[in-house]
C-alpha cells in the first residue's frame, strides 16, 4: 500500500477533525466563520476525504491486480476536488465553486466505479460480492444529490422533497457504500469462506439496508407505512448482525493469534461499534423514539458519529494497523487511545445532554467546554498516527541505508 496516500487520507481526516474542533469552539466563543458553511466543509472533507479516498486506497491495494497508472493519477485529481471543497464550502456553502467540485468527484467515483468492477481479481467469494454491492450502492446514492436541484427550483430548500434528497444519498452512503465496502475488506482479511450462513447473511444485508431508508423518508413524510417498513427493516438488520457474528466466531483465534493486541483491540472496538449502531436502530421501532432522535440534535451527531468514526474509521483504522506502514510504538498507541477515548467521552456527553434535552432538565454544568475538551483529543490521535508513519518511513530508510552499507563493505 502507498504510504503517501494514505497520510493524505489522514491529513483529510485531520482537517476535518479540526473543522468539527472549530464548530465545538464555536458554542463557546464566535470563530469568525459562517456555522452552517463549516458544517458543510466538515462533514464533506470527513466522508469523500476520508473515507471515500482510504476505501479507494484499500480497494486498489487489495483487489486490483495490476496497478494501472490510471488509479494513482485518479486517486490525486479526487484530492484535487476534495481540497477545492475544503477550500469553499468555509466561505460560500453550496455555490457555484463547492459545487462544482462536488460534482467532479461525483463523477470521478462514477470512474472509480467502472475501473474496479472492470479490473478488480477477487479469489473470495464474499469479499468480491460485497465490494461489487457497496459499489452499486455508491452509485444509487448519487440519485439523490442530482435531484437537489430540481427540489430547490421547484420547491425550495425547506420542502420533504429537498430533506428527503439529502437523506436519500446520506443513507446510502454511510450504510450502503462505506459500511459494506469495511465488511468486504474485512471478510476479506479474516479469509471467510462461501456458505449457506454468508449467502443468507448477504441477502439480510441488502434487504435492510434498502427498507431502513423508511426512517428518514417518515421524517419528512410521515406515513404508517413507513413506520412499519422501517420496523421491517431494522428487525432484518438485527438478524444479519447475529448472522454476522456467527460468521466470524470460527475465525477468532487464528486472528487473535496472527495480529498484535493493538490490531486485535481496534477490530474489537469497530465491531462492538458496529453491534451497538444496529441495537440502537432497533429503538426506532418505538415511535416516540424515532420522533426523538430526530427532534434532538445531540441524537443526530452521536449516531451519525457512532457510524462515521466509531464503525467505519474504526474498521479503517483497523486496516492501517495491519498494513506494513505503522511502527509499534509509544505514538502508535498513543494515537489510537487518544482517538477512541476523545470518541468515547464525545458520545458519552452527547447521549446524556439530549437525554437531558429530551426529559426537559436543561443543560449539564460546563457542556460545551467539555465538549470541546474531548473533542481535541481526536485530532491529536489523528496527529500521533501520522507522526509514527512517517517515522515508520524514515526507519526504513535507515535500515535500507544500513543493509547498503553492510553490503558495500
Known amino acids: ?35 452552517r458553511f463549516l458544517t458543510h466543509a466538515h462533514s464533506h472533507v470527513a466522508m469523500l476525504g476520508w473515507v471515500y479516498l482510504m476505501l479507494f486506497t484499500l ?55 467502472y475501473l474496479i468492477w472492470k479490473h478488480h481479481k477477487i479469489m473470495n467469494l464474499p469479499a468480491r460480492y460485497l465490494l461489487k454491492t457497496s459499489l452499486v450502492f455508491m452509485v444509487i446514492s448519487t440519485i439523490g444529490v442530482w435531484c437537489l436541484g430540481p427540489a430547490v427550483s421547484m420547491l425550495g430548500q425547506a420542502s420533504a422533497f429537498y430533506q ?35 449467502r443468507l447473511f448477504f441477502k439480510l444485508l441488502i434487504v435492510s439496508t434498502i427498507l431502513t431508508l423508511a426512517l428518514p423518508i417518515n421524517w ?28 466470524i466466531k470460527p475465525y477468532r483465534i487464528s486472528f487473535l493469534n496472527e495480529h498484535s493486541k493493538l490490531t ?10 458496529f453491534v451497538l449502531k444496529t441495537v440502537l436502530q ?19 451527531i452521536g449516531f451519525i458519529h457512532l457510524t462515521m468514526l466509531g464503525v467505519i474509521s474504526g474498521f479503517l ?22 482517538f477512541v477515548l476523545g470518541f468515547v467521552l464525545t458520545e458519552i456527553l452527547l447521549m446524556v445532554q439530549g437525554s437531558m434535552f429530551y426529559f426537559e432538565s436543561g443543560f449539564m454544568p460546563n457542556y460545551y467546554f467539555l465538549l470541546f475538551l474531548f473533542s481535541v483529543l481526536l485530532p491529536l490521535g489523528i496527529v500521533l498516527i501520522i507522526i509514527n508513519i512517517l517515522k515508520y518511513k524514515n526507519h526504513e530508510t535507515s535500515m535500507l541505508k544500513a543493509l547498503s552499507t553492510q553490503r558495500n563493505d
Open 59 to 113: 480497494i486498489v491495494h487489495y483487489f486490483v491486480e495490476e496497478k494501472k497508472p490510471v488509479f494513482n493519477k485518479l486517486f490525486w485529481i479526487t484530492e484535487v476536488a476534495v481540497v477545492g471543497m475544503m477550500l469553499s464550502f468555509p466561505f460560500q456553502g453550496y455555490a457555484a465553486v463547492s459545487i462544482t467540485f462536488s460534482t467532479l468527484h461525483i463523477f470521478f467515483s462514477y470512474y472509480f466505479a
Open 282 to 300: 432497533l429503538a426506532s421501532l418505538v415511535p416516540e423514539v424515532s420522533l426523538a432522535a430526530y427532534q434532538h440534535r445531540n441524537f443526530v
Open 1 to 35: 500500500m502507498q504510504r503517501k496516500l494514505v497520510v493524505i487520507c489522514l491529513i483529510n481526516f485531520l482537517i476535518a477533525a479540526l473543522m468539527g474542533l472549530a464548530l465545538r469552539y464555536a458554542s463557546i466563543n464566535p470563530i469568525g466563520f459562517n456555522y
Open 317 to 338: 483504522f483497523s486496516f492501517i494497523l495491519q498494513s506494513k506502514l505503522v511502527l509499534n510504538d509509544k505514538w502508535l498507541h498513543g494515537g489510537i487511545y487518544a
Open 220 to 247: 419528512f413524510a410521515p406515513h404508517i407505512v413507513l413506520y412499519w417498513i422501517n420496523g421491517a427493516g431494522v428487525l432484518i438488520q438485527f438478524v444479519a448482525l447475529i448472522m454476522f457474528l456467527v460468521l
Open 164 to 198: 428527503i434528497a439529502i437523506q436519500f444519498f446520506l443513507h446510502f452512503q454511510f450504510n450502503g457504500w462505506f459500511l459494506i465496502a469495511v465488511i468486504a475488506l474485512f471478510f476479506h482479511h479474516i479469509k471467510l469462506k462461501d456458505c449457506k450462513q454468508f
Open 264 to 273: 486485535v483491540y481496534m477490530y474489537s472496538f469497530a465491531i462492538f461499534s
